[in-house]
């Protein structure tokens, strides 16, 4: 079940997401869905879990001179925690 998360997105807006709004945004599977992504949240943290959005990104086409590729695509989602709880994906 906690294989879903593969880890936390850090980003300046997930980093303001998670100080101002208490929603914390994760790097999953394909394969996963929203309920699944809850369940290994709450297991994993041992938090309640109050929403999930998830967010589709495209692979981006990428050139090195002549050699044309892509970036791969991925799956995120945005996980809102129950008021007062946090998880503590940087330890200080």
Do not use: C, W
């Not at 495209?58 to 925690?81: E, H, N, Q």
């Not at 008021?83 to 200080?92: A, E, K, N, T």
Request: net charge positive.
């Amino acid at each position: 079940m906690n294989l879903m998360l593969l880890k936390p997105h850090i980003s300046e807006k997930a980093t303001d997401l998670a100080s101002n709004y208490n929603r914390y945004v994760f790097r999953v599977l394909q394969s996963a869905n929203k309920i699944d992504i809850k369940r290994a949240v709450e297991s994993l943290y041992g938090v309640n879990v109050v929403s999930v959005h998830i967010v589709n990104i495209r692979s981006k086409p990428r050139r090195l001179g002549r050699i044309v590729g892509s970036t791969p695509g991925y799956k995120k989602a945005i996980v809102g925690l129950k008021s007062g709880q946090r998880i503590d994906i940087l330890p200080q």
